[in-house]
Each structure stands twice: as structure tokens, then as C-alpha cells.
């Protein structure tokens, strides 16, 4: 019963609140730091909410209410001094955060009232987790989430439904190693206020706990509202199918070769084999260099790792053989058509086979998975693009209805 009475007074003070439209413009996409999780960026915000025309047309001059009534917009100067604002700021911004604020005005002649617009131009650095278990293969969300100083009953953030969120990929610094995608995605979410207090004196009364706890449980309904808006971008994954993959495969094909070292030379096999355990292990350090510290294996490590233990297998096999050479032969001489021998070319096919089903079910792996990725992120794009050509296409519409309009009334003027 409580819980009920405590939806019904929040949504009854976001009946209450400004609701803010926000559109947000990647203008431009700088360095993507994957060690350090973050990535730079140029964007363009724009805030939209409503007051009403008597609140704001007193201290206008003349000629800028004759703008407004003639549909056009007017700059404000110092309009956050004055009147009242949204106070907006950047949840993961990194640093100081480069901005320029500017402030418009025009008339909604439907309800007669102001569209104020808030436009903010900001260059920086943002934090970003990376996910990186399809690593190289992955996909990486490049977000800005947008928030407010006032709770859910003063102001809520939702994305603007009549002006689109974009992104320019044209200007992009990380062409090279990363290709952007087309759309963005806009996401809703609310966020609890928590409250911090020291009490200084052990011996407080009933009456001061009693305060303190009545106002932490009004603090905990608090809510902030915070407004996601993220663009994606794809890892060129070539080079490290070139410089990981394919390097890591010729270091474990290697280990398969030691098998063609006679059973009188199996030193010769265990000195190899242990050789190219050290270098894959080498190889791998190499490059985790480029990737943050992270608790889980990317798609590489995993492969990176399935290749070192079949280096290890075979040095277990050839260790075993030589105790078997050992025991049933004389200083290592096998003979040429001995089950020795047999033995040891049944557990080549046995490796053989398992490292080819390690790699088509690798194979099959990258296709259901990342590579499916990419491919709902291409429908995405082709969604976005119809869903921005309708837009434009029922504005032109719209402009070319009201022309006619105009001059439908001009002719009976005329006619009259």
C-alpha cells in the first residue's frame, strides 16, 4: 500500500515537471583510446522546453516580439541570468570540458507559447566502457549521457521527436582503425539521489533519528532523469587477423611438424615444442599491451589460449612416448614398422583433427556472433536512412501545404 501512495506522488510531480527535448550531433569523432577507456568528440546539443509567452514577452523589445510573431527566432543574451534553465551537464565527461552556451527563442503559434532552445557546443574527452569480449572482431559503444541538476518533479529528459540525433562520420581522426556507423541510439533512464550525513555527537535523541531518517527515505525517492545518446563504431579487425591470428596459427602448425623428428631424436621434439610454448606466450603479452586490464578473455585470447595448451598436449604426448620408447626398446631404437611407431602417427591424426574442429567451430563462432553483429548494425543504418528520408519528405510536404495555403487566402483577399 505504501509503494502505490509513493508511484502515485511521483507520477503526480512528473505530471509537474518540464519535460526537455534534447537532440545531440556528434560533429566530429576524435581518438578512440581503448587502453584508457575513453575517446574524444565534438557534439552539438540542443535543449528544447516551453514557457509561457507572458512570462517572457515583458522584457523583449519591439522589434524582437515582431520577430517572433512572424515565425521567426530571436537570440537571447545572458538568458541564464534571468530566467530559469534546465541546468544540464555531462555525466561521463573526462577533465575540463571545452563549452559554449547559447540561448533562442521562438513562437508556438498552436499553444501560443516560447520555445526556448539551448545550444551547446562542446569539445573533450569522455569515459566510455569498452566491451571487448569479441575483441578484434568488436563493436564499440561511443555514448554521452545527458543529466540534470534537478530531480524528476523540476525537469525530465527525452529525446527530441522532431529533430533527430545525428552523427557526422565524415569527420572521423580513427578512419583507419575504426568505421562509424550511421545511426544513433537515444536511451531513457533514472538514476536514485543517495544523501550523505556525519553525524558528530554518539548521543542523539529519538527525536533528531527520527528527522534523519524521514529524510533519508524522502531522498531515496528522489530521482534524476538522464538521457543517453549513443553512436557506434566497428574495429577494422584485419590487422589483427593478419598480426594475431594468422601468426599465432603458423606458431602452433609448428608443433605439429615435430612429429616428423624420428622417435631416436625425442629430446629434439621436447626442446621444440617448449621453445614455441615460450614464444606464443611472449606473442600474447605482446598484444595485451593495447587492451585495458580487464577481468574476462576477448575472442583472441580465448584462441590464444586453446593454441597454447595444444602446444602443451604435445609436449605431454611426446614426454609419454619417450618413457614408452624407453621401456620397450633399446637406446631409443624403434623399429620402422613397430606399434611404437603406429602409436605415435595414431596421435598425430588425433591432434590433426582436433585443431581442424577447433577451427571451424571458430569459424562458425565469428559468423553467429560478431559477424551478426555487424550485420543488424547495417539494418539499423538502412532503417535510420528511411526513417530520416520520411521525416524530410513529410516536411517538405508540410511547407508546401502551408505555401498553398497562403496563397489560397491571398486569392480570396483578392477576390473579395
Known amino acids: 500500500m505504501m509503494a502505490t501512495k509513493e508511484s502515485v506522488r511521483s507520477l503526480s510531480q512528473m505530471d509537474k515537471a518540464t519535460i526537455v527535448h534534447v537532440r545531440l ?32 514577452s515583458y522584457n523583449l523589445s519591439s522589434d524582437d516580439q515582431q520577430r517572433l510573431n512572424n515565425g521567426k527566432s530571436i537570440s537571447l543574451e545572458k538568458y541564464s541570468q534571468s530566467y530559469w534553465h534546465p541546468q544540464l551537464y555531462i555525466e561521463n565527461g573526462l577533465g575540463d570540458l571545452k563549452e559554449q552556451i547559447k540561448y533562442s527563442a521562438k513562437l508556438n503559434k498552436e499553444n501560443h507559447t516560447i520555445d526556448i532552445c539551448e545550444h551547446r557546443d562542446i569539445k573533450g574527452f569522455f569515459w566510455e566502457k569498452l566491451e571487448l569480449q569479441h575483441f578484434p572482431s568488436d563493436i564499440q559503444d561511443l555514448s554521452i549521457s545527458l543529466t540534470s541538476m534537478f530531480f524528476i518533479d523540476k525537469v525530465i529528459l527525452i529525446a527530441d521527436p522532431n529533430h533527430f540525433s545525428g552523427i557526422n562520420r565524415e569527420a572521423f581522426v580513427d578512419q583507419q582503425e575504426w568505421s562509424l556507423y550511421e545511426h544513433v541510439d537515444t536511451k531513457q533512464r533514472y538514476i536514485n539521489e543517495f544523501l550523505f550525513q556525519t553525524n558528530d555527537d554518539d548521543d542523539d535523541d529519538d527525536d533528531q533519528d527520527n528527522d534523519n531518517q524521514q529524510i533519508t527515505n524522502n531522498t531515496e525517492n528522489r530521482k534524476r532523469s538522464i538521457l543517453t545518446v549513443t553512436c557506434h563504431a566497428a574495429r577494422h579487425f584485419e590487422y589483427f587477423f593478419w598480426n594475431g591470428y594468422c601468426l599465432i596459427l603458423l606458431i602452433t602448425i609448428l608443433s605439429f611438424c615435430t612429429f616428423g623428428i624420428p622417435l631416436q631424436n625425442l629430446v629434439n621434439r621436447l626442446q621444440v615444442t617448449c621453445t614455441l610454448i615460450l614464444t606464443s606466450i611472449t606473442f600474447r603479452w605482446t598484444v595485451n599491451r593495447s587492451l585495458p586490464t580487464i577481468s574476462y578473455l576477448t575472442s583472441l585470447d580465448k584462441y590464444g589460449l586453446l593454441c597454447i595448451f595444444n602446444l602443451v598436449f604435445h609436449s605431454i604426448w611426446h614426454s609419454t612416448i619417450s618413457v614408452i620408447a624407453w621401456e620397450h626398446t633399446t637406446n631409443y631404437s624403434v623399429a620402422k614398422n613397430s606399434w611404437i611407431m603406429y602409436l605415435d602417427r595414431g596421435a598425430f591424426c588425433v591432434f590433426l583433427g582436433l585443431f581442424i574442429i577447433l577451427h571451424i567451430g571458430m569459424i562458425i563462432w565469428f559468423y553467429c556472433v560478431p559477424f551478426k553483429h555487424r550485420k543488424q548494425m547495417k539494418q539499423k543504418d538502412d532503417r535510420y536512412r528511411i526513417l530520416i528520408h520520411e521525416k524530410m519528405k513529410d516536411k517538405k510536404n508540410q511547407s508546401i501545404n502551408k505555401r498553398e495555403n497562403k496563397q489560397f487566402v491571398i486569392t480570396n483577399l483578392v477576390e473579395t
Open 25 to 56: 550531433v556528434f560533429l566530429r569523432i576524435g581518438e578512440i583510446d581503448t587502453l584508457n577507456e575513453k575517446y574524444q568528440a565534438h557534439v552539438s546539443i540542443e535543449s528544447r522546453w516551453s514557457i509561457l509567452f507572458e512570462k517572457f
